[in-house]
């Protein structure tokens, strides 16, 4: 396959793109206006260049100013809960993924309403990205838009493929089945280790207590493949009750803390953050992770060997009853907190950003690593299916083309509770470290789930 250098590809991209959107009509306001934005950082340069151009963009279109900040993740989700808090707000954030932030928030109506932005594009949405953007106020006593939705993300599988042809195995044997994966990528530690590889281990598996997301996606992921997907469902209720969730919950921990005792986990893993897998596997501590977006790939994107020949990315296909399986996606775009000084001038900022033109060159820019919220935009444009960077294709397959459900976190605030709590970590920490059998540890989870979940009351 031929290979497209890093800077031809981006040159390419927003070469392209932008010839749609300076044919877009975009009509600017007679007065100039003012608002303060927090964007958040991307992972790449090119992420944040797509971000300052479509800032720049709007700012000549409509003659309004935007007084932008773009910060790290981390830093802005401290800011914003803060904000939130004390009510000094800006007039916009943008974010990757605020499903920690947005459920407790728009129940306590902190959040303003933008369904008016986001109707002229609602059609066009995928149900996903709806579903991850419409959220319960209790005040209203209703669901509505508070997430204007750019982006979606979804967690596939990141391999090393030349350590899986070093461990004597191939690709093309990888099974379909969600645990037979797991298991097949976990016979490539021992011969690697026989050539002298000693520190390496077969899986990055966020078993963590820590989080404070990787380790809770996870297991929402194997719940999903046991069948039990149904444990929260979209009016907000928890089904811990249901025999057939319990039994997915049981056979996911007692499967993932296995694995865990089994050595072929990085013992660390029971303390890691977000970040230390994504680092592990940079390092070739592991083979393979099951970790979201592209960011563990793009991260490489200079390292042309490792970028387009040894990085492998995959996309889950069958759920263990060989049914397909259905990934979790979650979505990023703009909301605007209540307090906001110029509500009018964000709300003109995200109709111009929601636009497919605009959407579209925004995600290219940043070479993929989210994809558009809008589905005919991935269908219509041959980028998002080129295998120009070989890790685009898959992703964008599993996140787009496959069938997909949102984070439960859009369903309920209390699922983002239980989270933060690190529940579903706690399980694995009480079978490893505490001796317990999974289905106490699943039974403990549950009955503090369902505490939460009580306090969580739809009128």
């Not at 927090?38 to 720049?56: C, H, S, T, Y």
């Not at 979201?292 to 990315?313: C, N, P, R, V, W």
């Not at 964000?346 to 605009?358: I, L, R, S, W």
Request: net charge neutral.
């Amino acid at each position: 396959m031929a290979n497209m250098s890093r800077r031809k590809l981006f040159a390419s991209t927003v070469g392209l793109a932008a010839t749609g959107a300076l044919a877009r009509p975009y009509i600017a306001n007679a007065q100039a206006k003012t608002a303060v934005c927090w964007l958040n950082q991307g992972f790449i340069p090119e992420e944040d260049a797509a971000m300052r151009k479509v800032a720049e963009d709007y700012m000549k279109a409509s003659g309004n100013k935007l007084d932008y900040s773009i910060m790290p993740f981390m830093a802005m989700n401290q800011k914003a809960i803060s904000a939130l808090t004390s009510g000094d707000v800006p007039d916009l954030l943008f974010m990757d993924a605020p499903s920690s932030i947005l459920p407790q928030n728009c129940w306590d109506d902190k959040i303003v309403d933008v369904s008016d932005v986001v109707a002229p594009y609602e059609s066009q949405l995928s149900e996903t990205a709806k579903l991850c953007s419409t959220f319960y106020n209790k005040a209203t006593k209703k669901r509505g838009y508070y997430l204007c939705p750019i982006k979606q993300g979804a967690t596939p599988f990141h391999i090393w493929g030349d350590l899986v042809e070093k461990a004597g195995m191939k690709m093309s044997d990888v099974p379909k089945k969600w645990d037979d994966i797991w298991n097949f990528f976990k016979q490539t530690q021992a011969p690697l280790r026989a050539k002298g590889m000693r520190k390496v281990y077969a899986l990055g598996f966020q078993v963590t207590t820590v989080g404070p997301n990787d380790g809770n996606n996870l297991f929402a992921h194997f719940m999903i493949a046991n069948g039990g997907q149904g444990i929260v469902t979209s009016d907000g209720k928890l089904h811990a009750d249901d025999p057939k969730v319990r039994e997915a919950a049981i056979k996911s921990i007692e499967f993932m803390t296995s694995l865990y005792k089994e050595g072929v986990v990085p013992p660390e893993a029971l303390s890691w953050n977000d970040a230390d897998d994504n680092n592990g596997f940079h390092e070739k501590l592991f083979v393979m992770d099951f970790d979201g977006t592209l960011s563990t790939e793009l991260a490489m994107i200079k390292d042309k060997q490792a970028f387009y020949h040894d990085m492998i990315t995959l996309a889950p296909e069958q759920k263990n009853d060989g049914s397909p399986m259905a990934t979790q996606v979650n979505a990023g775009g703009g909301y605007i907190p209540k307090g906001a000084k110029n509500i009018e001038v964000a709300k003109d900022f995200m109709k111009f950003f929601m636009q497919p033109a605009v959407m579209n060159e925004n995600l290219k820019g940043g070479l993929g690593r989210w994809v558009p919220a809008i589905p005919k935009i991935v269908k219509d444009d041959p980028f998002w299916l080129s295998t120009e960077m070989p890790c685009l294709k898959p992703y964008v397959t599993e996140a787009v083309l496959n069938p997909t459900i949102p984070v439960y976190e859009g369903f309920t605030p209390a699922w983002g509770q239980a989270n933060a709590e690190q529940l579903w970590g706690q399980c694995h920490a009480d079978v490893i470290k505490n001796g317990m059998r999974a289905s106490e540890a699943v039974d403990k989870a549950f009955k503090r789930a369902e505490q939460i979940f009580a306090k969580i009351t739809y009128d």
